[in-house]
């Protein structure tokens, strides 16, 4: 039983670049969830995607974007990556959006990303 | 503005004590709660849910809930060096579906 799948696990870009960090859920999950996890923090969620649209989103700016498709796979875009970007990106997969449920998340492994 | 605070430590604690881990959240109207484990550079991991007042065990854990002070901790029975991570404790409320953490407490098993 696969788990959730992140790539790629490491990433370098230069300032200013775009990027685009992919993930699998589990089987059997049909949501996604993306955080971004700073060195001694904990993760901030960025936004939650359910039947291919954005369902929730946290206090991220416009630069971050994201799609999911229908076989519930989703990518994660970063624009006009700047330094402070650089942080643990984790993809989160659970079944249903959770106001009806008391599923934890699944949590890929995560996409290191290092903006120079 | 719903918060989930956390000492980050470290918590240093000798191999075969309990470990106990606190954490406390800003707003009642919280429904569950989660603790997850976190080895340095790796992602999450879930350890146990919790959702009504009380206490639930499962193996060496067990968390308490205390919904009337807000708080939830986690304690770890028999404690491994193994165990040495961070606890990252995380609160979700019905009227959205995120998860909030907390900055996670670094916990040192000593042999």
């Known amino acids: 039983d696969a788990g959730v799948t992140q790539s790629p696990t490491h990433l370098i870009k230069t300032r200013g670049q775009q990027v685009t960090l992919r993930c699998s859920p589990k089987s059997g999950h049909d949501t996604v969830s993306w955080y971004q996890q700073a060195l001694g923090q904990g993760p901030q969620f960025i936004f939650q995607y359910y039947e291919e649209e954005e369902r929730q989103r946290g206090n991220f700016p416009d630069r971050f974007s994201g799609h999911q498709f229908p076989n519930y796979s989703s990518e994660l875009n970063v624009n006009a990556l700047l330094l402070g970007d650089s942080a643990l990106y984790l993809c989160?997969?659970?079944?249903?959006?959770?106001?009806?449920?008391?599923?934890?998340?699944?949590f890929g492994s995560g996409t290191r990303l290092t903006v120079v | 503005q719903k918060e989930v605070e956390q000492n980050s430590g470290p918590l240093s604690v000798p191999e075969g004590a309990i470990a106990s881990l606190n954490c406390t959240y800003s707003d009642r109207g919280s429904q569950s709660f989660f603790w997850y484990r976190q080895y340095s550079g790796k992602s999450p991991e879930l350890i146990m849910s919790?959702?009504s007042n009380g206490d639930k065990e499962d193996g060496r854990f067990t968390a308490q809930l205390n919904k009337a002070s807000q708080y939830v901790s986690l304690l770890i029975r028999d404690s491994q060096p193994s165990d040495s991570a961070t606890y990252l404790c995380?609160?979700?409320?019905?009227?959205?579906?995120?998860?909030?953490w907390g900055a996670g407490t670094k916990l040192i098993i000593k042999p």
């Open positions: 919790i959702y």
């Open positions: 989160a997969s659970s079944l249903g959006l959770g106001a009806t449920t008391n599923y934890g998340y699944t």
């Open positions: 995380a609160a979700r409320w019905p009227s959205n579906y995120q998860l909030i």
